[in-house]
């Protein structure tokens, strides 16, 4: 069915997407919040990873080939295999911070990758233990027992990985208002000056540096948990790389300007996927060579452009009285109402791409007319660039103010040629629910003054009936 593969195709962006969005807010602690610069990113992911899996195969461990695995596979179980991975993490980060962390920062990127290559190399070689190049693998899910495996299973871990995510981010902005983040921030600007004030700046480090290796190890059970199997190139000095390139690219120190960089970084890699079967045969075997140039070109363009990234981090956070007013989040400048005709438009906007996605594949697959095939292929571009707008809205982000009336404009455009196309009902009434979203949105930009719209009828202030002064 439609609905199925809409699904299946959408937990292929949104789990990475989501896992990545985590492993970067785990950095963003220790890097954007604190300035540790940490190079084995990848070493405490796979330590997750593969503690994890060690702990959940117990019941489906081969003899030959696992023999140090235990541990029950029920839900239970699996969460326990999960905070002991986190657990696990954060103590071997803390063992590797303690003797290097008294000394200059540049030993703590030497010695953590050091330990990056060490633990790829154990994982690699103790096959016995972790499998090798023969990969990990029978690796459960939480709901393994209740969900089937297929869209569903996907549909299921996606809500979770989600959830969990945006638990996460919460947390991250509580710690970032708290006198604990405000902490980090000064022993990250002048950790003399810091010193001086009383902080205990190796105290701070410690745990801002153990926290984030503790969520990195959380980022590999929940990768192993959803690939179900899983190997040690996995986890090359590359996903190091690739961590701090989200960082970069949302805005160190932002939390929620890391979230919104990990899905604009996944969204190259899961287009450029999408593209490959309609490419010549010779240039689809180097896209993924051409993705990854389009990247280095977006950080370069990034750096030059805004060097803070997208979301810069907010310099001043005010203090108040109240612990449960430092514990809720600044509020919105406009209604939350208009917050949520955002989200809809960024819903509608996200499965109307990937829809349309699946009607391009249909049409490839069967042969189209090439204005029907423009046509959805336009609407699909359009589709994104709304999806990634209603998310700037959502977050806050000045430029929509410039360019959101004119994506929603050229969306509600769109959707009206997409009700003349002859379709299914059911997607016809989804572009109708897509045009109301889209028209909401438009409704927002004229109440909030970005969009100027000239009413004949109404009169200068001050005027009189007759037109006179």
């Not at 233990?129 to 029978?138: I, S, V």
């Not at 989600?162 to 950790?191: H, I, N, Q, Y």
């Not at 999806?387 to 410039?402: H, K």
């Not at 438009?442 to 009936?465: D, E, H």
Request: proline letters at 6%.
């Amino acid at each position: 069915m439609v609905y199925e593969y809409v699904i299946l195709q959408l937990s292929t962006f949104v789990v990475p997407a989501t896992l990545l969005a985590i492993l970067a807010l785990a950095l963003n602690l220790q890097w954007g919040q604190t300035g540790l610069f940490n190079a084995g990113v990848a070493a405490f992911a796979g330590v997750g990873a593969y503690f994890f899996g060690m702990l959940v195969t117990g019941s489906f461990a081969i003899p030959d080939l696992y023999w140090f695995h235990w541990g029950p596979s029920e839900p239970w179980g699996i969460v326990a295999a999960a905070f002991g991975a986190m657990v696990f993490a954060g103590v071997l980060g803390a063992i590797v911070a303690v003797p290097t962390l008294r000394l200059r920062a540049d030993y703590l990127a030497i010695a953590t990758l050091a330990l990056a290559e060490i633990v790829r190399l154990i994982l690699k070689n103790e096959r016995g233990l972790t499998g090798g190049d023969q990969t990990l693998a029978f690796i459960p899910r939480p709901l393994d027992g209740l969900v089937p495996r297929g869209w569903s299973a996907d549909g299921v871990f996606m809500l979770f990985a989600v959830g969990l995510m945006l638990g996460l981010l919460l947390l991250m902005e509580f710690l970032t208002r708290s006198p604990w983040g405000r902490a980090l921030k000064a022993v990250r600007e002048d950790e003399e000056a810091a010193t001086a004030l009383g902080k205990n700046a190796f105290v701070l480090k410690i745990g801002a540096f153990s926290m984030g290796c503790a969520f990195m190890g959380m980022y590999g059970a929940l990768l192993a948990s959803f690939q179900g199997v899983i190997v040690p190139d996995q986890f090359a000095p590359f996903t190091t790389f690739i961590a701090y390139v989200v960082v970069i690219l949302g805005g160190s120190g932002n939390p929620r300007g890391v979230v919104l960089g990990a899905y604009v970084f996944s969204l190259f890699g899961w287009t450029t996927q999408q593209l490959r079967a309609y490419l010549p045969e010779g240039f689809a075997l180097r896209i993924d060579f051409v993705n990854q140039i389009v990247i280095g070109v977006l950080l370069v363009v990034v750096i030059l452009w805004r060097p803070d990234g997208i979301m810069p981090e907010t310099r001043f956070v005010p203090r108040t009285a109240s612990a449960w007013r430092r514990l809720r989040l600044r509020p919105p400048p406009f209604p939350f109402q208009w917050y949520g005709l955002a989200v809809a438009w960024f819903a509608f906007s996200g499965v109307g791409a990937t829809l349309l996605a699946v009607g391009i594949h249909s049409r490839a697959a069967f042969g189209t007319p090439a204005l029907g095939a423009a046509v959805f292929g336009i609407a699909f571009v359009v589709a994104l660039v709304a999806a990634v707008t209603a998310l700037g809205f959502t977050f806050g982000q000045g430029w929509v103010r410039r360019f959101g009336p004119a994506v929603a404009l050229i969306d509600v455009a769109v959707m009206l040629v997409l009700l003349l196309q002859p379709s299914d009902p059911t997607v016809s009434d989804f572009v109708l629910l897509r045009l109301f979203a889209a028209l909401g949105v438009l409704y927002v930009f004229v109440r909030a003054g970005v969009l100027r719209v000239p009413v004949p009828w109404a009169r200068a202030r001050g005027s009189a009936p007759g037109g006179g002064p």
